[in-house]
């Protein structure tokens, strides 16, 4: 669940996984421009909604720039003031924004993502469909975080080296512990998933 956390900016939550078949699915997000205490409180209260998935899947990724590591460290603060904790991933980006989210394109173009019914046409698919001339591509970033997390590329390999191929191999590679989610329709690019109990589509 990757938060893209710049002070003064807009900012994202998105929480996503993969799940058995290797299938990206996007489960929630949010998205607005926030000062520092209430981005804890978003992340925290996000973490709180799906917490046996984040528990027993893959944590928290949280960007950590050198300004963005004061972020971190109130969130742990955060945690143990409530007593509640979860594993956080630090989000050290080795290639460009744009590197990032264009390892996205060969996740969509096989058909392996699934979204939210409530996405539909919401703010996630308005920046995946307007990237790279769209004002805003903060959820897109997070996403492709998600990957990033879902999917660990080699330290050693450069990023001139990730072909479409090599990162389907290294998704071949990759499981995740999310459970898959029935289908209920389908949309040019991606498809989308109704979440069962314990997940909630009114957010």
């Not at 807009?10 to 290797?22: C, E, H, Q, T």
């Not at 509640?84 to 173009?109: C, D, N, T």
């Not at 096989?110 to 307007?130: I, K, P, R």
Request: with cysteine.
């Amino acid at each position: 669940m990757p938060g893209d956390t710049a002070y003064g900016d807009n900012a994202a939550i998105v929480v996503g996984g993969l799940d058995k078949s290797n299938n990206l699915v996007v489960v929630d997000y949010k998205y607005a421009r926030w000062e520092p205490y209430q981005m804890i409180n978003e992340l925290y209260k996000m973490c709180l909604k799906y917490e046996d998935d984040i528990i027993h899947g893959g944590g928290v990724g949280i960007e950590t720039t050198l300004f963005q590591k004061m972020f971190k460290f109130e969130f742990e603060k955060k945690m143990k003031a409530e007593g509640r904790f979860y594993k956080i991933h630090e989000l050290k980006h080795r290639r460009s924004k744009e590197e990032r989210i264009l390892a996205l394109q060969p996740v969509y173009e096989s058909g392996s993502c699934y979204h939210t019914v409530w996405m539909q046409d919401g703010q996630l698919e308005e920046e995946l469909l307007a990237f790279p001339k769209g004002r805003h591509d903060d959820l897109v970033d997070a996403l492709a975080s998600i990957v990033e997390l879902c999917r660990p590329v080699p330290l050693d390999m450069p990023a001139k080296d990730l072909s479409p191929e090599k990162i389907r191999q290294i998704a071949d590679e990759e499981r995740a512990k999310l459970q898959r989610l029935p289908l209920v329709s389908k949309r040019s690019g991606w498809s989308y998933e109704e979440m069962e109990s314990g997940y909630h589509s009114d957010f």
